[in-house]
């Protein structure tokens, strides 16, 4: 078994797409808009819209589309976990992906993690930004 998460955008899919290609390094390995779909109807407007696409994040494929206008509202309490290396890579993707976005939970260290942040970005996209600690178990 495989659970994949699904994000649908509310008609700017594919500038969220290009934004994470260009500045998280992810891949775009497949984007189809509603006006490619062979023989179907089409809702007015939506032509140009992403009818589906799969983007590679670091090795997890997170799929994505435009809902429909009106119609498609932010992630709420589903986050995307970036995992870290280092306090530089926490604090540098906390900045990009905060930047006109809202903030929930400021950088920070915690008994958990050396850097933890949670925050939504310009997308809608609710993260959050982890470089945890290693956890020793009891006993």
């Known amino acids: 078994m495989k659970v994949e998460t699904y994000i649908n955008f509310p008609g700017n899919c594919e500038e969220a797409l290009h934004f994470y290609e260009q500045h998280l390094g992810a891949k775009i390995l497949m984007l189809m808009r509603q006006g490619e779909q062979p023989g179907g109807e089409v809702m007015p407007g939506m032509e140009g819209k992403v009818m589906h696409a799969r983007l590679r994040i670091g090795d997890t494929d997170v799929l994505m589309s435009d809902g429909p206008a009106g119609k498609t ?27 006109q976005g809202q903030i929930y939970m400021p950088m920070q260290e915690t008994f958990f993690a050396h850097r933890f942040s949670v925050l939504r970005d310009r997308f809608g996209v609710s993260w959050m930004i982890l470089f945890e600690r290693e956890m020793h178990p009891e006993g």
Do not use: C, H, Q
């Not at 509202?73 to 930047?99: C, H, Q």
């Open 73 to 99: 509202e932010p992630m709420r309490s589903v986050y995307l976990t970036m995992k870290l290396n280092s306090i530089e890579e926490a604090e540098w993707f906390n900045g990009l992906l905060g930047d």
